[in-house]
C-alpha cells in the first residue's frame, strides 16, 4: 500500500517565567548564540522526554529505557516468590543472554569488586515496559537450568537462557518506540526509526543569566537566636523568556513503524501532539513552579517536507512598547510563515490552523481554533485522509 507524504508540523510559542528548565553540567542555564545574540536553550532531548512522560500517561504505554535490564528482571521474579539468589542469577544470565556486550557492577564503595549477577548493558536497554513480564516469563520456562546454573561472574561468561527468545522480547516495541525510534545496533533488527523530529527550544529575543543567591535558615539558630549566620548559603543560575518550539511528525514513518492500522496511528498522532503542547521539562520545579501553557499553537499539514520557522527569530524579537516578548513573537511568526509560504507555494499545505491567548486575529497561520484540542482534531482529520478520498 501506497502512503503519501504527510508532515504535521507543529510551531508553539510559550512564555515561561523565572526557570531553568534545561542545566548543563556546571548546572548553569543552557543559552545558544543565535543571530549574534545569547538565547536561553532548551535541548531536545530534555523537552522530548518531557513528551515522552506525558504520553505514556495519556495513552497508557511505558518504554523503559536502561542498563539494568537483568535488575528488573530480578526484580519482577522476586515479585513472583522467587528466591532472592535464584532471581538474581536469572536476571544475570538475561541480560548476559541479550547479546550486548556487559560488565559486572561494581560492589558500593570498592571500584574494583564485582557483584555477582549485577550484569549492565555496555548499551542502553530501550523496550516496552512489558518487557520485563516476558523476560520474566521466559526464566519461568527455564527455571529448572537456572537451578543448575551457574553464576555470571566475569563479562565472558555464557548464559543457559536462549539468545534468540530474549533478543525477540528485546525487539518488541510499543506506541512510545514507534513514535521516537530507538537505537540499539546491537541486536539485529531492533532499530526502529522515529517518526517524530523536535528541535530544541530556544527564546525568540535576547536574554541574560540571572544569578539567584540564596540562604536557607537554621530553624534552631532562628529560635534561640544565639548565633548569626544562615544553615546553608548557594547561588543558581535561571533566566526568563518567551520560547519557540517545534517539532514535526512523519505520518509515512509511523505507518511504516506500525502498520497499515489508522485507527492506532490517530491514537498515537492526536497523543503526540497534545503531549507536545501540554508538556514541561521538571528541574527545579519545586523551586520555580514555572507551570505555563502556551500563548500559541500552530499545526500545519504538508505534503511536500517539513517546515521550521525557527528563521523568523534570527532576528531577535524586540520587547513591545509597554513590555513583553510573547505578542511581538506572534506578530513576527504569522510575518514569516505569510512571507514562507508565498515563497514555496501554498498548493502542499493541506490544511493549517492556530489556538492562541490572542484575541487578534493570525490570518496568516490559517483557521483559527477554540481549543487545542479542536485545533488537533480538524488537522487529523484531514492528516488521515487517504490520498483517493481527498481527491
Not at 132 to 152: G, M
Not at 302 to 312: G, H, M, Q, T, V
Not at 369 to 382: E, Q
Amino acid at each position: 500500500m501506497h502512503t503519501p507524504a504527510r508532515f504535521i508540523d507543529i510551531h508553539v510559542l510559550q512564555s515561561v517565567p523565572f526557570a531553568n528548565l534545561n542545566r548543563d553540567d556546571t548546572n548553569s542555564v543552557k543559552t545558544v548564540q543565535y543571530g549574534n545574540t545569547l538565547r536561553t536553550r532548551v535541548s531536545s532531548q530534555c523537552w522530548k522526554r518531557a513528551i515522552r512522560t506525558v504520553l505514556e500517561d495519556h495513552i497508557g504505554q511505558a518504554a523503559l529505557r536502561t542498563r539494568r535490564i537483568g535488575d528488573r528482571v530480578t526484580r519482577a521474579l522476586e515479585h513472583r516468590g522467587w528466591p532472592t539468589e535464584l532471581a538474581q542469577r536469572a536476571g544475570g544470565h538475561t541480560a548476559a543472554a541479550s547479546g550486548i556486550k556487559f560488565e559486572l557492577a561494581k560492589a558500593p564503595g570498592n571500584a574494583k569488586q564485582s557483584v555477582t549477577n549485577k550484569v549492565l548493558t555496555n548499551a542502553l536497554v530501550y523496550v516496552p515496559e512489558t518487557a520485563i513480564s516476558d523476560l520474566a516469563d521466559l526464566a519461568e520456562q527455564h527455571r529448572n537450568e537456572l537451578e543448575q546454573a551457574k553464576d555470571i561472574t566475569k563479562s565472558t561468561d555464557k548464559s543457559i537462557l536462549p539468545p534468540a527468545d530474549v533478543a525477540a522480547v528485546l525487539r518488541s516495541r510499543n506506541g512510545v518506540i514507534n513514535l521516537f525510534g530507538r537505537m540499539l545496533a546491537e541486536i539485529d533488527d531492533a532499530g526502529v526509526d522515529g517518526a517524530v523530529q523536535v528541535a530544541h527550544a530556544l527564546t525568540t529575543h535576547e536574554t541574560d543569566v540571572e544569578l539567584d543567591y540564596f540562604s536557607a535558615v537554621d530553624d534552631v539558630t532562628a529560635l534561640w537566636d544565639d548565633a548569626s549566620g544562615s544553615g546553608h548559603m548557594g547561588h543558581a543560575e535561571f533566566s526568563t523568556g518567551t520560547f519557540y518550539r517545534y517539532a514535526t511528525l512523519d505520518l509515512r514513518d509511523l505507518t511504516a513503524n506500525i502498520g497499515d492500522d489508522p485507527t492506532s496511528a490517530r491514537e498515537l498522532a492526536d497523543a503526540f501532539l497534545i503531549s507536545f503542547i501540554t508538556s514541561l521539562p521538571q528541574a527545579k520545579k519545586n523551586s520555580t513552579a514555572a507551570h505555563t501553557i502556551p500563548d500559541l499553537v500552530h499545526i500545519s499539514v504538508r505534503s511536500d517536507r517539513p517546515l521550521s520557522f525557527a528563521a523568523a527569530f534570527e532576528k531577535p524579537v524586540q520587547a513591545a512598547a509597554h513590555g513583553g516578548f510573547a505578542a511581538p513573537s506572534r506578530t513576527q511568526l504569522t510575518a514569516y510563515a505569510e512571507a514562507a509560504n508565498t515563497l514555496l507555494g501554498t498548493h502542499a499545505i493541506l490544511t493549517s490552523g492556530w489556538a492562541s491567548l490572542d484575541t487578534h486575529n493570525l490570518s496568516g497561520l490559517g483557521e483559527r481554533h477554540d481549543s487545542f484540542n479542536s485545533l488537533i482534531t480538524t488537522v487529523l482529520d484531514t492528516a488521515l485522509t487517504p490520498a483517493e478520498a481527498a481527491a
